[in-house]
Structure formats: C-alpha cells, structure tokens
C-alpha cells in the first residue's frame, strides 16, 4: 500500500520540526559552561572565566584563585603578616621560592626599562600620602631626600653583603620601602593559568582589575574580545580580537589616584622626578606575557610622551596611548590590533 | 493514468487540519527557542555578594525606577535599576568614588565597590559583553 501525498509531506513536516528544534535546543545547550567566579582580592576586583567540562573548567578556576590567593597573601604592602611587609618592617628575609619569582620580574622589569619601572617608588608614594589615602604634595626637599632611598638595585643587597643571584638572605636599604604591586598582578596572573593548565583547562581569561590573560578557543569559537575603557567616560575606546593568546594591561590615572586642593595625582610616579607622572590618562598594552605587559604599561605610562612612544615603536610594542591632551596614539605594532570604536 | 483513482482528493480536510497544525508548531517553536535566543532579558532578581561572603537578592520590579539601598564596609550604598533594565551604583560612601563614575551598565553586567566589599551580579552570563575590559 502506497503512502498518500498528504503521509509523506506530513512526515517530512514532521521531521522538519523535530531536526528545527533539536538544532535550536544544542545552540543552546550550556554543556560548556562557562564556570565564572568573581573575588575581591589585590586590592581590586578578580574574576576568572573557564570553558570546556564544567568541572575541569571549576577546579581550575579553584586551583587558579588558590594561586592568586597565595600571591596576595606574599605581596600585599598592607597586610603585616604577607613576605613584602615583613621585608619592609624586619629590612632582612630569607625570600621563599615564589617571592624570588617576583623579585626576579622587578629586577628584569627594572633593567629592561632602564630604572623607569622601579618597586623602590613606595617610600615616595607614601611622601604623597597614597597608603594613607590622605594626599599631600611633599616639599621639593622632602622629595628629594625620598629620592635617594629609591633604585632597585642600589636598596636591595644581600645580607651577606655578596652580590649573588636570589639564594640567600636579603638585606633592604636603611629608609627604603618596597611596593610589588606593579609586578605581582602579572606574576601572579601568569602563576594561576599554569595552575589552571596543569588542571587541563584549555580556555580561559584572568581578569585582576583589569589586567587580562586569555588563552585556547570558546566553544563558540569565536575570538576573545576585550573593550579598552574610555579614561575619561563610561564607554570602550577601543577594541581588541585575538584568537591567540594574549595579555593585555592598562595604565592609567583614573582608578588609583589622591586628590589635592582638587587635583588629581595619579599613583604612578617617574623616578627621575619623583612626581606623579602626568602626561597620559591611560596606556594600554598588549603582550605575549602579562608580567611583560604589566612591566610595560606601566613604564609607558611614566615615562614623557615623546620619549614612550619611541620607546614603544622601537621595541616592537603593541600600545595604544591616550595623552592627557591630543588624539590617541597607537603604535606600529599595535595598529593591527587596537580597532577604535568611540572616536 | 494508471493506478490514479479519480474519486479520492489529493488532500484531505483532515490532512490539511493535521499540516497547519505542525506548521503552526513550527512557528511556535521558533517563538520560543530560536527568535528570543541573544536577546538581552532583564533578569527578575539582583543578587549581591558582600565583604563577608553573604549574599542577598532583591527583586526586579521590571519597568519601575527602583533603588536598593545596601550597607558596604566603608558605608551605605544606593543601587539604582532604571525602567530599561539598566543599574548603576547611584551613590556610594567609599573614598575613590570610582563605582559611581562606571555609570549605568545592563542589569546582566557586574558592577564592583572594591572598597566596600561589594559585588552586584557576580555570576551572570552576559553575551553582548566583551571577554574582558581592561582599564
């Protein structure tokens, strides 16, 4: 018995249907996550986004913030009990394994950029009123007394008095203080995605206050995007796309700042002067390393626009430069890269 | 015209009820899964994640001006949600002020008071929404 037309266009309709909604249902389908968990920690807002089998994706995001948490605990210039404020209280330690790591990136930071990223700046953030949060501009002769007690490799030595690598005990300068906050962010970004490798994920970003690290491929394949935030509105000044791995770090004046008699003095100071530095609002980096790119943004941002922008072009750095007054300036090597959205 | 039988319709009445019933199924189908999928909705409720670890969550009363006034570490806080679904943290008793200045965000995005401890939609999928922002 042959089936009627109607039948078979009733059963092809039927199928249609079925196919139509199966295919909806698995666009939809949260099988990969993402598992996403937000902490306040390091002073500022962390957040890390994992995708792939949500519990792989969950206990590497633990594992990640385990890391993170540790790092804190070893750097925070507040918190008297962390390694950083036992050194600047007790002037000799004996540096544990992971709190070399980040004396090695200051040191690497410090030579790299030719003394312009320099941990030693703290003694002059507190002249400034920074950790009081109760902002002063010190007098010239203030300021130049602090200036002798900054250079990192004049303030750091070792208490046997030798010049070894991190080995041993670890003597700082009489008046000196150390601030790693520069350096640990990235280091500490760059130590919890090993963690999270090691717990095979494969694709995730680290946000910690808006330095990122990203890596490996969304479900949806699409490429990561990242929004560089307008220093002066609410809005994304630009946009980055990358399918590659990739760090990217901001600098800028607007987040960490004093205000004095109504104007701002932003945290990030140039070692030459011992002055907030002024010329720009924000410098954005992007990099293969978010130590690097951390290192980096900031040291642009201290240095005078002239002499950062040559910096960046001959270096081969990917940055983009919002100047406190004048247009936006990318770099050579950051064109393909950087696409401005708000301008 | 061999085998054809002239007296039956190539469609019956009871055929065409049963093909207009699926394609209406069809169209519903898509109204719900396919052409609602992307879209921004406004979530019914607010979670916020304090210092301590607590969370609290307040209702969306969608269409309305509504504040939710909390307390952070350093002091009272205001959440505004506007009649287009957005929030912002309307005033704020923390010294940088910088959570007020972040201005109006989408309901689904998160928002942050590092100074007073506090997290606004700590863990809700937002797909407009860049990977990351980084300031």
Known sequence: MKPSLAATLTALLAALFFVGCTAVLKVREPQNGPVRQVELMMDTIVSITAYGDPKTAGNAVEAAFEVMRSFEGMASFFKPESELARWNAERTITPTASFVRLLQAATEGFHRTDGVFDPSFAILAKAWGFYDQQGRIPPNDEIASCLSMTGWDRQILPADGTRGPWGGAITLATGSLVDLGGVAGGVAIEAAAEAMRRCGCTAFIIDEGGDLWMEGSKPDRTPWRVSVKDPRGNGSLALIETRTPLAVSTSGDYERFVQVDGKRYNHIFQMKTGRPAEAFRSVTVAAASPVECDILSTSLFAMEPEVSREYAAKNNIAAMMIPASGPAWISPAGAALFRMVNQ | ?135
């Open chain 2, 1 to 135: 015209m061999t085998g054809a039988n002239p007296g039956r319709r190539f469609i019956t009445r009871l055929d065409g009820v049963i093909i207009a019933a699926l394609i209406a199924c069809s169209f519903a189908g898509s109204l719900v899964y396919g052409f609602g999928a992307g879209r921004g909705k406004i979530p019914d409720r607010l979670t916020i994640r304090f210092a301590d670890g607590n969370r609290r969550t307040y209702e969306i009363r969608k269409g309305q001006v509504q504040d939710i006034p909390i307390v952070g570490r350093c002091g009272p806080m205001i959440i505004e949600f506007d009649r287009d679904g957005r929030i912002r943290i309307a005033a704020s008793a923390c010294p940088s002020q910088n959570c007020v200045r972040t201005g109006w965000v989408r309901s689904s995005e998160c928002i942050v008071c590092v100074p007073n401890g506090v997290i606004v939609n700590e863990n809700v999928p937002d797909e407009a929404a860049p990977d990351g922002i980084t300031r």
